[in-house]
């Protein structure tokens, strides 16, 4: 299958509950990610913005029902799980609108794109209009793709991006087993360990880097 950016995709089977976690990661990915994989390459600072992202998706697809502005998305978002509501079979999920607010959320300059309050265009610097106006692009070519397979499908293939994604972004099983990794190894403070896997984005940088890397800050 390809994909809006004319990349090839192989999907991938699923179960319910990875399809619901992953497709805010993979939303973000598309949406975010690629362009500063491209930009700065996988750093923590990244990896921390993406989380942020990821969790701000997850709530903008709870609640897009009704949802009429982006007001209380533009935070960081708390720390309790929401399972997406995600596609399951008989239609459940067509519903555009989830991807209307995902529209509205990824090329907002002034939302939250750190733990600490920088926004969207100040993270991105002098590579905002560029980034904002891919992500315009794809989510134009995500809903015109819904309105003709529906969302279902649409949604589908961003769990398939999170999934095959190769690098150990929050919500994948490679995140998870590099914190246990860095808890075992006494890098991070077994009392961190919790809140590095469920909730990354609310501790430090440099905490961020040690489980990514070791105990050098330097990208993967």
Request: glycine letters at 10%; hydrophobic letters at 45%.
């Amino acid at each position: 299958m390809a994909g809006a950016d004319g990349a090839t995709l192989h999907v991938v089977d699923l179960d319910r509950d990875s399809i619901d976690d992953l497709i805010p990661l993979g939303l973000a990915l598309h949406h975010f990610g690629d362009a500063m994989l491209e930009l700065r390459g996988p750093t923590a600072e990244l990896h921390h913005a993406l989380t942020v992202l990821t969790r701000q998706l997850r709530r903008a697809l709870d609640d897009h029902h009704g949802l009429d502005d982006l007001d209380h998305l533009r935070d960081v978002g708390d720390s309790t799980h929401h399972a997406v509501d995600a596609p399951g079979g008989d239609g459940a999920g067509d519903d555009r609108g989830a991807l209307d607010v995902v529209r509205s959320l990824v090329t907002d300059p002034a939302r939250i794109a750190t733990a600490d309050g920088v926004v969207a265009a100040e993270f991105c610097g002098e590579a905002w209009d560029d980034i904002a106006r891919q992500a315009e692009d794809r989510a134009v070519a995500a809903i015109e793709g819904a309105g003709t397979y529906g969302t279902t499908p649409i949604l589908r293939l961003a769990a398939t991006r999170a999934a095959q994604t190769r690098l150990p972004w929050w919500g994948t099983p490679e995140w998870a087993a590099l914190v246990e990794q860095a808890v075992a190894q006494q890098s991070v403070p077994e009392e961190l360990r919790v809140t590095l896997l469920r909730a990354p984005e609310h501790v430090g940088i440099d905490l961020l880097a040690r489980v990514l890397h070791g105990n050098e800050r330097q990208p993967v």
